[in-house]
């Protein structure tokens, strides 16, 4: 277990670190150019908390793998979380990365890339860990009642 909590914490620091240091970069650079989401204090700290108790169940799995997509989705949740209280002028996030036009463009950054990415590991790596922890019930017959 400690190995799962050493790998995800690295994990997040890296992928916060690697946020932060884009988002400060991005607004020294374009400031007012930005985009930004409007987030309140209220919402940082639900997904941090949402995130944690994701996190924690990740870990009681005990599979590098799942802790690898936990720091993955910590170190986004908590970028996007300290953007709140670092940037405080712009009430929100900076989102650096633009896709789109002006009616139908979305704007994000590397903290919401990590996130997404994270659900997308966090789904075949899961099932990968169940079936083999249970290979011995795949073969059972599946009994319907009626």
Not at 86 to 102: E, H, I, K, R, S
């Amino acid at each position: 277990m400690r190995r799962s909590v050493a790998l995800m914490l690295g994990v997040a620091l890296v992928v916060l670190t690697v946020d932060l240091a884009h988002k400060a970069y991005a607004v020294a650079k374009r400031g007012d150019e930005l985009l930004y989401h409007e987030r309140s204090l209220g919402y940082a700290a639900g997904v941090l908390l949402a995130a944690a108790v994701w996190c924690a169940a990740l870990l009681a799995t005990r599979s590098l793998g799942l802790a690898l997509a936990g720091g993955i989705l910590l170190g986004g949740t908590a970028g996007n979380a300290a953007s709140w209280a670092l940037w405080p002028a712009y009430d929100g996030t900076p989102n650096p990365f633009f896709v789109g036009d002006t009616e139908l463009g979305l704007a994000f950054n590397v903290a919401d890339v990590a996130v997404v990415g994270a659900v997308f590991i966090v789904l075949p790596v899961g099932l990968a860990v169940f079936v083999a922890r249970n290979r011995h019930r795949l073969r059972e017959p599946i009994r319907l009642r009626s």
